[in-house]
């Protein structure tokens, strides 16, 4: 296998909905792939597949020997009343050095936060803290679920910046779930568009073209990649367009 992690026709049953069918995957070391797609569209079933935390009832999972995988979860809810630092985080629950915990949180771009206390940071500090924490364990796959929510449209872009640097000066592959569509598709390699099962999946500008694409998120400012490739040699007779 020449991949992190396979999976092979994987198909996934929740209850007695079939939520992933036919789902063939795999990633290579050092790639940026996004998912997206609607609501209930299994994408997070999808991650928790690939983490190992829900078994597929269909289909093979194959994973490589030296995987390590970081996770990067939505949202965390810390007690407001509980005093704690950015560094004391990092050693729950598992004690981390000094040196290490240095690097991760500087690697994440808030080395200068470490004495802060978790509930004084800002939503895009806070969720640099938890990518810090993924990166504990050198991850070779680091994988994100909705990482940029409740920020705004410039802290996630400057969010999914640091992805991309991290991805380059350590490069770990990144598998992540946004609905910052353009946002997010824009630092991708590759973009799986899942409903269900893979509709469509290629190059940012394939899948934003791709009929399977514009009838689920429609070819307006929502579905189209304009922050990412501003075409200028068109008239503009849309209000809706997005300029940078
Ligand atoms: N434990 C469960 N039992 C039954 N159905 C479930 C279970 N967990 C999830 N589902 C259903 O599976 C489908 C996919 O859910 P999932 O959370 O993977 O979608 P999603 O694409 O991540 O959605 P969202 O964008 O809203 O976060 C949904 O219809 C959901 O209701």
Redesign the pocket.
Known sequence: MSGLIELAHVGVQ??K?T?LQSIDVSIQPGEIITIV?P???????LLRTIIGAIRPNKGRVTRAADLRIGYVPQKLHIDPTLPITARRFLSLPTAVSDNVAKQALERAGVGAQAQQQMSDLSGGQFQRVLLARALLNEPNLLILDEATQGLDQPGSADFYQQIEQLRDSLGCAVLMVSHELHVVMSASDRVICLNGHICCEGEPEHVASAPEYRALFGSGTHGSLALYRHDHNHSHDHSDHDHV
Do not use: A, C, E
């Not at 609501?39 to 079933?45: A, M, P, V």
């Open positions: 929740l209850g909905k939520v797609g609501n209930g569209s299994g994408k997070s079933t």
